[in-house]
């Protein structure tokens, strides 16, 4: 992430992995397309190897690239949800205190069981835990999440 204040001009995001990942698999299918034309030669032969193993290399890398951008985005439905969630189920003094709380924080607090949030918000943001993993192994009383990605 950028510290960049985002405006009209910069608000495009280009996703460089995804793209450099795209062109990687382009290129190996050039490659394999070539060596086809040339099978009957050593160097078509090492084409359509090299294209093959471009081809994976770059699929794989668009399979890695989509799982960030797939939990990214779980990420954000978490924040809007326990935000909405949190205005509920805090008490008045901790409400002013929702917008502060990072993704991370929102992401291990979303187990917790509406009566032990507040207490758990406390102590979140008392002693500024930003660990997800820690904030998850303080919860007592475990709601299970079964509607993820």
Known sequence: MTNQTQ???NH???PKAFITSTGVI????????????RVTTTAGACLIG???LLVGVGALMCFFVTRGFATKLQDRIIRLEM???L???LPAD???GIADLTIPQLVGLRFASDAELPGLVREVISKKIEDRKAIKQMVK???GDYDRV
């Open 87 to 89: 205005e509920k189920v």
């Open 94 to 96: 901790l409400r002013a």
């Open 26 to 37: 382009f290129v190996g299918i050039v490659c394999t397309v070539v060596g086809l034309f």
């Open 50 to 52: 090299t294209g093959a």
């Open 141 to 143: 009383d475990w709601q």
């Open 12 to 14: 495009a995001m280009v």
């Open 7 to 9: 405006n009209f001009q």
């Open 83 to 85: 935000r909405l969630r």
